[in-house]
């Protein structure tokens, strides 16, 4: 007889399905609903619910062989990503301190999450008028100096769903069309680095490069944001020179490697 019962109050429920997720930290091959009922002290039919719904989010799967529940592939890609994270933390530190020590400014680190990005570190200007961004703020990605350099990596697919979703106006500066975007985006790639003047606030203006990890893959963006009158036509071209070069610093200690130089590398036979 189940003695134990899950409410339905939503939190309840989110605090069962983590720690049943929790349960499959103990390495074993699988686990039977039997047992992680007894070990979470949640009726079978509860559990069962909750490995239904996980499994349909791919966060478990069900072994065929035994019948019990391990662990699903969409777990491995979230630790995944939790790696890269922690690595571009590791790897863009010391990048950072140089970066605002050559320039001055506000420098930082952004992820695309979506239509929008993410700050996950950043250093604030020494100077007394300055920016403040905190880390982990969202911006619009078409309004942003890093949002260009990383939707500029984008895949097609995945670009295409950003823009057709529609892109919002914030003054008269911001690109809102999605052709003028796919343009300017292809100028991106082309040169190396992005701006962003006057397109998400009025007297704000950033440039940013990005950032590889060892695959090749762009998985951020590094960049620097100033009060619009220190960051003119010369001090953003003189920037993106710093800012590319800091890129690729971040880059290769994430294990990047520059073509031209793997193919130096490659013995000829």
């Known amino acids: 007889m189940e003695t134990h019962v899950v409410t339905d109050a939503p939190l309840s429920t989110v605090t069962n399905a983590a720690r049943l997720l929790k349960a499959f930290l103990t390495r074993e091959e699988s686990i ?11 009726g079978k039919s ?63 680190v952004g992820v695309l999450d979506g239509a929008e990005v993410v700050y996950v570190d950043r250093l604030e200007s020494a100077y007394s008028l300055r920016l403040f961004t905190e880390t982990g703020r969202r911006v619009p990605a078409h309004a942003t100096s890093s949002g260009k350099v990383l939707l500029a990596h984008l895949p097609p697919p995945l670009l295409d769903r950003v823009l057709d979703a529609g892109l919002a106006g914030f003054t008269p500066h911001t690109v809102t069309d999605p052709d003028l975007l796919r343009a300017e985006l292809s100028g991106v790639r082309a040169q190396g680095w992005a701006r962003s003047v006057d397109e998400r606030e009025i007297g704000v203006t950033s440039v940013a490069a990005p950032i590889r990890d060892v695959h090749g893959d762009v998985v951020a963006a590094v960049s620097i944001g100033a009060p619009s009158a220190r960051l003119g036509a010369v001090a953003r071209r003189r920037y993106a020179r710093l800012l590319v070069e800091a890129g690729e610093a971040v880059s290769r200690r994430l294990g990047w490697v520059p073509q031209d130089e793997r193919r130096a590398a490659t013995p000829v036979h």
Do not use: F
């Open 46 to 108: 509860n559990v069962h619910r909750l490995l239904t719904t996980l499994a349909n989010e791919g966060l478990v799967e069900q072994d065929t062989r035994t019948g019990g529940y391990r662990l699903g592939i969409v777990v491995y890609e979230l630790g995944e990503a939790v790696k890269i994270h922690l690595d571009l933390h590791a790897a863009a530190g010391p990048v950072l301190v140089r970066l605002r020590e050559e320039t001055g400014e506000s420098s930082q």
């Open 32 to 42: 039977g609903v039997s047992e992680l009922s007894r070990r979470l002290g949640i």
